[in-house]
């Protein structure tokens, strides 16, 4: 593969779900990358990304852009429980990976995929694209220069409509449930934390509604966590809200910070701060999380930079979403019964 770092990055597309539009596409528009090749169930979809988006060209399956030798980079936005499958596909052909979260189906799926990787000497990131947005990143610097003082409480509410009854997230087998499509973001929000907490979350308690015909599945659930500073900390995840709620507040010794919509900052880019010395409004630019994720990749892959995202992390997180599913009584998400092979397996 290339090391030439101004050779733009050739990325193959598993799928053409909705989120590959925003979650590839446009990025790979903003930072000059070429979309080599897609695959999809049903072809016709496919052909049509490949127009909309100006792929090089249609495959018929999923294995056929794995093998591909001009795709260096795959995307996954697979159903959840198809990421560990095909990611480990992915790796085993020799590429590098660029994964929807969650990462897998658990934690014990997402340390297969990681050691995989490490092996094959190939690098796989998973998309939790608000950790590269000036957002986030600004958030953080407000902690660390010590504007807030200490931290003492985090809450994090990722939040949403009902998503259609016969949507994929509603399935068991396919990883669904509320805390595997939202509340993943604000666990992952939380761990960003642990510089200055004295080391990650950890769960004390878990509560969760199931969806009615889905035994397992959850339509919302709300962790207590607690880290080794001794601050606290919230997350509320729902798939059954009447709005859409994607907050994360951090309240410290000496003032907050709030981001509105810290996983969309392109519809809401701003942090509220508050502090003794006032109240102000930070606006950080409303360009897309996930072209600032593709550029982290672009940097990783052709200047060596680190991965924020990569496969350690992924198990971490993994392993405390785990964790809340156990206490609140629910179990971690299954592994696939059977591994695909093909777009339409």
Known sequence: MTTDPAEPLRIGVLGAARIAERGIAVPARDTGSRLVAVAARDPGRAEAFARAHGVERVLPTYADV?????VEVVYDPLPNALHGPWNLAAVAA???VLSEKPFASNAEEAAEVRDAARTAGVTVMEGFHHLYHPVMRRLLDLVDAGELGDVVHVEATIAMLPPDDGDPR???ELGGGALMDLGCYGLHALRSLAPWTGGGP???AARAGERAGAPGVDEWLDADLHFP?????AVRCSMVHPDRDFSLRVVGTRG???APAFVEPNRDDRLLVRTPAGERTEHLGTRTSYTYQLEALVEALRHGSPVPTGADDAVATMTLIDRCYRLAGLPPRPRLRHEP???GA
């Open 66 to 70: 794995l093998a591909d030798p001009d």
């Open 170 to 172: 509603w399935s068991l």
């Open 341 to 343: 092979h093909r777009a």
């Open 229 to 233: 500073s001794g601050a606290t900390a």
């Open 202 to 204: 950890e769960p004390d």
């Open 256 to 258: 907050e910070v709030t």
């Open 94 to 96: 020799g590429k590098h």
